[in-house]
């Protein structure tokens, strides 16, 4: 026999279940996946918690790339667009679909672009990424020191960018929500989320913390392949 307490019980984890986004529930088919983090979610350790990149990757990110899909499935010719025309034509995109690409298209790029340049030992940089760095931002410590103050400073959730035009220039810039500067036709070398959901388990509202310890994760050589490619233009995301 049912009693209250049962039936108290019932409902509360009926409503839970229910406050789950329904692209956290499951993976929502389409042209774009979610490819596996290429290192042990521990990599980052003790920097970034095993936990944090775990929700971060296979929670966050997967929401962005189902969403996107089910955004896709309503526009066919969308669809056969590679993720980063479809970025920078935004403007050209159909309004009734536009925000969710915007929102989950900047995602799926942004946390694509996040997982490749981490996984390393942090260090310095070297050769041509070394010297653009030296002439574009003012040499390494001035770069870090810049790039960490846009990061403190972006007011709410946002990244904080490097981006790289084709004759090898850089620049910092930081963006709210999951804008990207593929929306300016622009290229990213590398950048930092600063959403509370890439921190929080571990540095709560410390958000400086956060930015100084993220150097010592950095893959100097994937970041300096990018820097390559963005030169050979061939760069994406």
């Known amino acids: 026999m049912l009693n209250r307490r049962h039936l108290l019980t019932g409902a509360t984890l009926l409503a839970a279940s229910a406050a789950i986004p329904r692209a956290w529930a499951q993976e929502a088919s389409g042209p774009l996946k979610l490819d596996p983090l290429p290192y042990a979610p521990s990599r980052n350790e003790p920097h970034i918690d095993a936990q944090t990149m775990e929700l971060h990757h296979g929670k966050h990110h997967a929401a962005y790339v189902n969403n996107l899909n089910a955004a896709l499935s309503r526009n066919g010719d969308l669809a056969k667009m590679p993720l980063h025309d479809m970025l920078a034509k935004l403007?050209?995109?159909?309004?009734?679909?536009?925000?969710?690409?915007?929102?989950?298209?900047?995602?799926?790029?942004?946390?694509?672009?996040?997982?490749q340049i981490m996984g390393g030992s942090g260090g310095?940089?070297?050769?041509?990424?070394?010297?653009a760095i030296d002439r574009d931002l003012g040499g390494f410590q001035k770069f870090q020191a810049d790039f960490n103050t846009a990061g403190e400073k972006q007011f709410g959730s946002g990244w904080v960018f490097v981006t790289v035009s084709r004759?090898?220039?850089?620049?910092?810039?930081?963006?709210?929500?999951q804008d990207t500067p593929l929306m300016d036709g622009q290229r990213v070398?590398?950048?930092?989320?600063?959403?509370?959901?890439?921190y929080y388990l571990k540095y709560q509202n410390r958000r400086p913390d956060y930015l100084k310890a993220w150097w010592n994760v950095l893959d100097w050589n994937r970041i300096g392949e990018r820097y390559a490619s963005a030169k050979a233009g061939r760069l994406t995301i």
């Not at 298209?105 to 997982?115: C, E, I, K, L, Q």
């Not at 004759?167 to 929500?177: E, F, T, Y």
């Open 124 to 131: 310095e940089p070297s050769g041509e990424l070394k010297s």
């Open 167 to 177: 004759d090898g220039r850089l620049a910092i810039i930081a963006k709210p929500n």
């Open 91 to 115: 403007g050209d995109i159909p309004e009734s679909v536009r925000t969710a690409i915007r929102n989950n298209g900047g995602g799926h790029a942004n946390h694509t672009m996040f997982w």
């Open 189 to 198: 070398l590398m950048g930092n989320d600063v959403w509370e959901h890439a």
